[in-house]
């Protein structure tokens, strides 16, 4: 059964503290992942997607890296703004368009 | 501007109530979905449209109804057999599968509750 895992649950980070999110999935067949983050009350925003094992992508304090069994969502110098929940999904060969979504980590970044 | 929206932003149901949340996009996706998100879960898929008049069932289409007649329009119907309609639904929209790049994106949500 194709599954995503996100961890931490929650993490607390004061402003400037570089930290790693973490996202393990088990799929047949990986066609892509997806990282999202959503603030409160809101729909999730789209923020990178990765095709292979090896890619890396960037964006302003965030870097998302894959591997064949797990990504990362490296926060750099973290400020208030980025405490928001980021979200993983995955879209695997067998389950057509339906992306598979893990829990969740929650950031708050503390000034 | 392109985008998703979707209305209203807040809706109240009563018991035995049908309710109708809308979705419009002006992205020029094909595909279109809609997921319900609950406290400490992950978004599941309820009902998903590649094409317009054609739609498929996700994980948790029971009590649930969708329509497909235009290309940006993708309404979702929750039914009074749904025994638990409380939840934050979104609606999301994306290339065709296989053409281009997969990812969706979201709209700003609808939350529902019980009365």
């Known amino acids: 059964e194709d599954q995503v895992t996100q961890s931490p649950e929650a993490l607390r980070l004061q402003e400037g503290e570089s930290s790693s999110l973490n996202c393990s999935y088990t799929?047949?067949?990986?066609?892509?992942l997806f990282w999202y983050r959503q603030d409160p009350g809101k729909g999730p925003e789209f923020l990178f997607t990765?095709?292979?094992a090896g890619e890396e992508k960037e964006k302003e304090r965030l870097k998302a890296t894959l591997t064949k069994k797990e990504s990362f969502l490296h926060i750099t110098a973290p400020k208030p703004e980025d405490s928001a929940t980021y979200l993983c999904?995955?879209?695997?060969?067998?389950?057509?368009?339906?992306?598979?979504f893990g829990k969740g980590t929650t950031l708050s970044v503390s000034s | 501007d392109g985008g998703i929206t979707q209305s209203p932003k807040y809706l109240f149901r009563k018991e035995g109530q049908n309710v109708t949340l809308s979705c419009e996009q002006n992205?020029?996706?094909?595909?279109m979905y809609w997921y319900r998100q609950d406290p400490g879960q992950g978004l599941r898929l309820i009902y998903y449209?590649?094409?317009?008049?054609?739609?498929q069932k996700g994980d948790i289409a029971e009590g649930y109804s969708v329509s497909r007649e235009k290309k940006e329009s993708f309404p979702l119907t929750v039914t009074s057999a749904q025994k638990n309609p409380t939840a934050f639904y979104l609606c999301?929209?994306?290339?065709?599968?296989?053409?281009?790049?997969?990812?969706?994106?979201f709209g700003p949500g609808t939350r529902l509750t019980v009365l």
């Open positions: 999904a995955v879209l695997s060969n067998q389950a057509g368009t339906a992306l598979i």
């Open positions: 799929v047949s067949g990986l066609r892509g």
């Open positions: 992205l020029n996706h094909d595909a």
């Open positions: 990765l095709y292979s």
């Open positions: 999301a929209s994306g290339r065709l599968a296989g053409v281009g790049t997969d990812t969706q994106y």
């Open positions: 449209s590649q094409i317009v008049n054609d739609f």
